[in-house]
């Protein structure tokens, strides 16, 4: 079972910067990749990027490439989702995932984190 934990939603103006933490843990979770998702009022749950266990190769959707970054420490066992430049177009509930492989597809997510708010304003 693998548990995962997110922090660092909140409010931020049109623009302007925010980074999430996903905090993983539980047995093996050290070798599931970790993805972000997003859901906006109305919206089909989206994927947002992803990274590898071990290689570190990223994904990401093309909404967000060029302007978020996903990383890992794996020391803190923690994944990390820094965003920029964001609109309001990018407000919805954040949420990271794990599976057995890299990928941004919903449907291959074995366990999911229950989600943190983000809401950018103008």
């Known amino acids: 079972q693998v548990q995962l934990v997110e922090s660092g939603g909140g409010l931020v103006q049109t623009g302007g910067s925010l980074g999430l933490s996903c905090v993983v843990s539980?047995?093996?979770?050290?070798?599931?990749?970790i993805a972000w998702f997003r859901q906006a009022p109305g919206k089909e749950r989206e994927g947002v990027a992803c990274?590898?266990?071990?290689?570190?190769?990223?994904i990401y959707g093309d909404s967000v490439r060029g302007r978020f970054a996903i990383s890992r420490d794996n020391a803190k066992n923690t994944v990390y989702l820094k965003m920029d430049t964001l609109t309001s177009e990018d407000t919805a509930v954040y949420s990271c995932?794990?599976?057995?492989?890299?990928?941004?597809?919903?449907?291959?997510?074995?366990?999911w984190g229950r989600g943190t708010r983000v809401t950018v304003s103008s």
């Open positions: 539980g047995s093996g979770s050290e070798y599931y990749s």
């Open positions: 995932a794990a599976a057995i492989i890299p990928t941004i597809l919903k449907s291959s997510m074995d366990y």
């Open positions: 990274i590898d266990s071990s290689s570190g190769r990223t």
